[in-house]
């Protein structure tokens, strides 16, 4: 139980930068005492103790604003972040290392019995206001924005916005070995392209090392072809590009925002 407990804390100092101390996340975060309760509540419920489990769910959604049903999956590792007007159904699964924000639901778009309400992979993030309806699946390491409606199911590492929710990343491991293998031929690190860059600026410098590499085929198969004709063609060496100029890009890309 208490290294339960202690890969919970840990949990919160990898995904919430605000958090100083354990004392603190264990008497100040109402997502952590959610996720506590609902271990009693969930036990309570696999033991047929029905009733048991729904006061201990609904003490829960009094004290924290954050409503899991006894009868919801959750797995380790699990955070819960701001986390007023939450709400997690009775079908729900939801995988390890998962983080959802404040006003997010989980919820079913049927009446009947059965699997009703969507499943989380691990490495989901949620964000504000999300709202994922139905019994489908978000794939592991997924995210979808704040105030998303989604209501199909989301491939591994994509990323979904808007109402109804659309796809506007999807992982390509092909297309990031080829921007990578570019990269490095240019002379930098393709930091631009890594998960830890926000989403627009990422996009961004990808399709530029996408355009650099094809317009490196190009040249280079004009180059084949001037000499099977015959042509003279001297290869030119690329200019050097200074690395302290990227660095300093880095260097802007990860400085603090406003905010905690």
Known sequence: MFERLREDIQSVFHRDPAAR??????TCYPGMHAIWLHRLSGWLW??????????????????????????????????IDHGMGIVIGETAEIGDDVTLYQGVTLGGTSWNKGKRHPTLESGVVVGAGAKVLGPFTVGAGAKVGSNAVVTKPVPAGATVVGIPGRIIVK??????????????????????????????????????????????????????????????????????????????????????????
């Open 46 to 79: 696999r033991n047929e103790l029905k009733w048991p489990a729904r006061m201990v769910s609904n003490f829960g959604r009094w004290m924290t604003g954050i409503e899991i049903h006894p009868g919801a999956k959750v797995g380790r590792r699990f955070f």
């Open 171 to 260: 992982s390509d491991d092909q297309a990031e070995a080829k921007r990578k293998a570019i990269a490095e031929k240019l002379g930098f690190d393709a930091y631009g392209v890594s998960e830890d860059m926000p989403d627009p600026v990422a996009r961004a410098i990808g399709q530029l090392l996408d355009h650099l590499q094809a317009m490196d085929v190009r040249v280079e198969d004009m180059g084949r072809a001037l000499k099977s004709l015959g042509g003279e063609y001297r290869e030119k060496e690329l200019p050097e590009l200074r690395q302290e100029v990227f660095e300093c890009m880095k260097e802007r890309s990860e400085a603090p925002v406003a905010g905690k």
């Open 21 to 26: 101390n354990a004392f603190e996340v264990l």
